[in-house]
């Protein structure tokens, strides 16, 4: 490993003095820190965290000599905190967001446009999921994870797997389905998806009505209503829910560790879910930050990250293993054809739209 730390590192000069001569800042991104500078850096709990560490946080200590403090949590909290701070003072210098969460954050002006100049992998990255992360014209996230929402099923209780997302309302599934509310992003993406099913998209109306009315065939077959990580896993595990919109990571992950579920791609398109690290408004350390941000760009640090926790990374330069990729659709071509959650008109009628879920399913 040190020794291709040192190989990357001489490649990356070199690859700063080419975009010197092309008019690219390049500013300093990598060398030492100074022994005793710190970052705060927020982070998801649970099997994410620790693969978190090893991948990214320990060689990019090892190497540097500076200090990475975590902050294990969720987007509302963080976002909560950030607005307390006003931009000033931050209480994180890197925060991880969903689009949904990041959307809100960056109207706030409680994170900060990215100089993507100072990140020697950013050419490497995947395009699609660069451009979500451009927010009104601006690039605001490095995107470090993508997952595919899709139907996660139990296999000892579905022998035919579900094959589009249509199938969650077939009738033998009534009484064994999980449904997420539309506050939980796997209920917003798989509501999208609905939408989109039928040929519509959130911006219409119509569209969203006719998905609200195929959700009433539901009613009195839905057996659980997760709003999170855990309880989702509960419900399937403990054979409350037989089907549920969730993730291939998470899917890939709870069947790793025994769970006994399968995981389908929805023939018609799963969704796109995303996670990005920003910069925040206001941290005093930007040069530290931007070191940290080409750690976790970097396939090298990636790829052990993504294999682990069975999510493709953002860097198209990743060599996965086999079982990864007998597993995980990933790629470009795959990016480009997911149904993305339109958050410029999700977001504002959210509580809308759950209002009207919660008149369904109450």
């Known amino acids: 490993m040190r020794r291709r730390s040192v190989l990357a590192a001489s490649f990356g000069a070199l690859a700063l003095l080419a975009a010197a001569a092309c008019g690219v800042d390049t500013a300093d991104t990598g060398g030492s820190a100074k022994n005793g500078d710190q970052l705060t850096v927020t982070v998801y709990a649970g099997p994410w965290e620790d693969l978190f560490k090893k991948s990214f946080v320990e060689p990019f200590e090892h190497d540097t000599g500076a200090k990475v403090n975590l902050v294990p949590g969720a987007n509302a909290e963080w976002l909560t905190k950030l607005r307390a701070s006003g931009g000033e003072n931050p209480p994180f210098d890197l925060v991880v967001f969903t689009p949904d969460a990041a959307r809100p954050a960056a109207a706030a002006k409680l994170i900060q446009p990215l100089q993507t100049g100072k990140l020697p992998h950013w050419s490497e990255l995947d395009p699609v ?209 997911f149904n993305w959650v339109d958050y410029t008109i999700a977001t504002p009628k959210l509580n809308e739209w759950q209002q009207r879920w919660n008149q369904i399913f109450s």
């Open 129 to 337: 999921q660069v451009q979500v992360d451009n927010l009104s014209g601006a690039q605001y996230g490095v995107p470090l994870t993508i997952g595919s929402t899709g139907l996660l099923y139990r296999t000892d209780k579905i022998k035919q797997p579900p094959v589009d997302w249509q199938d969650i309302f077939d009738k033998q599934y009534c009484g064994h389905v999980a449904l997420p509310p539309l506050t939980y992003n796997p209920g917003l993406e798989f509501f999208s998806a609905l939408v989109r099913s039928e040929g519509g998209k959130l911006s219409d109306p119509a569209a969203v009505d006719r998905a609200f009315t195929q959700l009433k065939k539901l009613k009195g077959c839905v057996s659980s209503y997760p709003a999170n990580a855990t309880a989702v896993q509960t419900a399937v595990q403990n054979g409350d829910a037989w089907v549920v919109p969730y993730w291939d990571g998470r899917a890939f992950a709870m069947a790793q560790a025994g769970s006994k579920v399968g995981f389908t791609y929805p023939k018609s398109g799963a969704v796109g879910a995303l996670s990005s690290y920003f910069l925040t408004t206001g941290t005093k350390k930007s040069d530290l930050a931007y070191k940290f941000l080409n750690y976790l760009s970097d396939p090298v640090h990636q790829k052990p990250f993504a294999e682990g926790n069975w999510y493709a990374g953002s860097n198209n330069k990743i060599d996965y293993s086999k079982a990864f990729d007998e597993k995980i659709k990933h790629g470009p071509d795959v990016y480009k054809s």
